[in-house]
């Protein structure tokens, strides 16, 4: 079905978000130097074990920094987010593309290990394993992740892009920038996938709830996976 023809059988007004594309764009820039910054520091600490975890944590919170300014200035109510109820069915849809999306990584990952790189579940258990104390980046990962990012990627990015450019180039787009967010090679096709994946879910239903769901069901079973192999292999 192309993008005309879902976005004909569905209202505009339905689409229409009380922010600007503007806003949009200006939202992601102060993500984006938020970011660096905190990475700067990370790393001239990066020897205290205490500040990277809560680096982690703040780099996590720090996609709710432009949301927050956004909205205080515009008045948007928080709900304009897609804090809606939805049809039950969309998580169905959502597990059945997302073994799609499973399948299409494990031949991403098979090609990469191939060429002699480390896939992304491999980075994240290296990561994993230098951490004195993984529960931030647990936390980080299965608690925080799931709604942060949904508010940021789905709910304000995709939303401001949707309303001027349909669905589909929305969905692109923010899915193109929830996997530079990762900021690691070998993970932009498999964030890139599930990013789109999720747009997707929250076009269908018009609500961030689905895509929290699936978000979280996703990193808590990698996240349960990495920690019973970092177990294994003590």
Not at 12 to 38: A, C, R
Not at 39 to 45: A, S, W
Not at 59 to 71: A, K, Q, R, S, T
Not at 93 to 107: D, H
Request: aromatic fraction near 14%; proline fraction near 3%; charge should be negative.
């Amino acid at each position: 079905m192309s993008e005309e023809t879902v976005s004909s059988a569905v209202p505009e007004d339905k689409f229409s978000v009380p922010w600007t594309l503007g806003d949009t764009w200006l939202g992601l820039g102060i993500f984006v130097l938020l970011t660096l910054g905190i990475l700067v520091l990370v790393e001239f600490v990066k020897e205290t074990s205490f500040i990277q975890n809560i680096g982690l944590i703040i780099l996590e919170l720090l996609y709710l920094v432009p949301v927050i300014v956004i909205f205080a200035w515009r008045r948007v109510p928080w709900k304009a987010l897609g804090f809606e109820s939805f049809d039950k069915g969309i998580l169905g849809i959502g597990c059945g593309l997302l073994v799609v999306a499973y399948m299409i990584i494990i031949v991403h990952n098979l090609i990469i290990a191939h060429v002699g790189l480390l896939t992304q579940g491999e980075e994240i258990f290296q990561f994993f394993s230098e951490l004195e104390n993984p529960l931030a980046l647990l936390i980080v990962g299965v608690i925080l992740a799931p709604i942060i990012e949904e508010i940021f990627f789905r709910g304000f990015l995709f939303n401001g892009f949707r309303q001027h450019f349909g669905w589909n180039k929305a969905a692109l787009l923010s899915a193109l920038f929830f996997s530079l967010a990762h900021v690691q090679l070998v993970t932009l096709i498999p964030t890139f996938i599930l990013g789109y994946l999720l747009a997707y879910l929250f076009h269908k239903s018009n609500s961030l709830w689905p895509g929290i769901i699936l978000h979280f069901l996703v990193n808590s079973f990698g996240f349960c996976m990495i920690y019973a192999v970092s177990q294994f292999s003590i």
